[in-house]
C-alpha cells in the first residue's frame, strides 16, 4: 500500500496538479469499502472532482459500499468474501474498513471488556481473506493481481476517551502484526491561519521498515495538500505537538 | 520445540498426538484449521497468519508478548508439517459461519 499512498501524495501535491500520474496497472480492479452506516459517503473528496470534472460518486461502478451496524455484520461480510470465488464478477482487489474504532467500541459486553481477542480477529480475518482472494485473482490473471486491505482507526479525540477502553497504542500494536504499513495523522496544534488545517503524516513500513513524513493542508473548501519534509526539516519534527491522531493501516495481502 | 515455545510444545504435541486438528476447506478453496482444545472447545485458526480465539493467545501472545503462539496455532503448525491433519470439507456458507467465529465445538 505504501507505492499507492505515494502516488495520491504526489498525484495531490502542492502547487500544480500533475495529471499525468498514473497508477500501475495491477492495482485496477474492485474496491469493497465497509463503513458506519450512520455516517454513509455523501459524496466524493473535493480535491479529486477538482482534478476530475463531471465525476461523480455514483461513477465509480467499481466500488461498492456497504453500510454495517456492528462488529459481527462487518466480519461476516468480510467472512462472506470467498463466496464471491465461484463467481464470474472479479472479487475485490481492495477492501476497505473506515472507522474500525466504532465498532469494536461497540463490541464491548461482558466481563471481557479488555480482551484484545475482536481486535485481532478482524485483523487477521481481513489478512486471511486478501492472501485468499489474492491466490483467486492471480489464477484470474495468469499470476498477476493482489487484494489489499486499509483500515482507517481514529485512536483519540478529545473529550471523549472511556476510562475503561483499551489503550489505543495496545490496539494499534495488535493491528502491526497484520497489517504491515502504518499511514499516521496528527493535526498539527496553532496553525495561525484561519480556515486552514495543518497534519503531519507518517508512512511507516514494517519490511522493511522505512519511514515517509509529509504535511497535508486542509484548506476550508475541503481540498487536501501535500508536500513531502526534506531530511533537514525531518529532524526538526520529532516531537510534534499531538492533538488529534488518527491512524490508517494497509496490509498487503 | 520447549527451548523456544516453552510449556507449550509439549501440550501441543499432546494435541498433535490425539488428532486434534482438523483442516477444514469449502468449494470454493478457502482453508481454516479447526483444534479440538482440551476443554472441548473448537478454536478456528487462520492458515495465512498467527491468530487464535483462546484466552492463552490474547494475554500472553497479543497483550503480555512473551510467548510467539499458543498451544492451539502449534499444534496446527506441527500436524500441517507432519501431514497428521484431518481433513474435513464444509459448504461454503459453513466456511463462513467457522470465519467468523459462530461455529462451537461438534459433537
Known sequence: ?253 | LRFVFGSCALQALDLVDQRSVTCVSSPSGRKAFQVLGGSGRLYTLFTSCHYCPCPAFSFSVLRRNESLMCKHLLAACLSQTMGLCQQEQVSDQQMTHILSGQTEAST
Open chain 1, 1 to 253: 500500500m505504501a507505492d499507492i499512498l505515494g502516488v495520491v501524495f504526489r498525484r495531490f501535491a502542492s502547487g500544480t496538479i500533475t495529471s499525468n500520474v498514473i497508477f500501475p496497472s495491477h492495482l485496477e480492479g474492485n474496491t469493497l469499502v465497509l463503513g458506519d452506516v450512520n455516517t454513509p459517503f455523501q459524496s466524493l473528496p473535493v480535491s479529486l472532482r477538482a482534478s476530475i470534472p463531471g465525476l461523480k460518486l455514483e461513477s465509480l461502478k467499481n466500488a461498492k459500499f456497504v453500510y454495517v451496524k456492528t462488529l459481527e455484520e462487518l466480519v461476516e461480510d468480510v467472512a462472506s468474501l470467498h463466496e464471491l470465488a465461484s463467481e464470474a464478477a472479479s472479487p475485490p482487489s481492495l477492501i476497505i474498513v473506515d472507522g474500525l474504532d466504532l465498532y469494536l467500541h461497540g463490541s464491548r459486553v461482558g466481563p471481557l471488556q479488555d480482551d484484545l481477542s475482536p481486535v485481532a480477529h478482524v485483523a487477521a480475518l481481513l489478512h486471511d481473506t486478501a492472501a485468499f482472494l489474492t491466490q483467486i485473482l492471480q489464477n484470474r490473471a495468469d499470476g498477476q493481481g493482489l487484494c489489499r486491505v486499509m483500515v482507517s482507526f481514529q485512536s483519540e479525540s478529545e473529550g471523549s476517551r472511556d476510562s475503561e477502553a483499551l489503550a489505543p497504542e495496545l490496539l494499534l500494536s495488535v493491528l502491526d502484526r497484520y497489517l504491515q504499513v502504518r499511514c499516521t495523522l496528527e493535526e498539527v496544534k496553532g496553525n495561525g491561519e484561519a480556515g486552514l488545517n495543518k497534519w503531519q503524516v507518517y508512512l511507516s513500513a514494517m519490511c522493511p521498515s522505512r519511514v515517509e513524513q509529509w504535511h497535508m493542508l486542509l484548506q476550508a473548501g475541503g481540498a487536501l495538500e501535500f508536500s513531502p519534509v526534506i531530511e533537514g526539516e525531518r529532524q526538526i519534527l520529532e516531537q510534534p505537538d499531538k492533538c488529534k491522531k488518527e491512524n490508517k493501516r494497509y496490509g498487503d495481502g
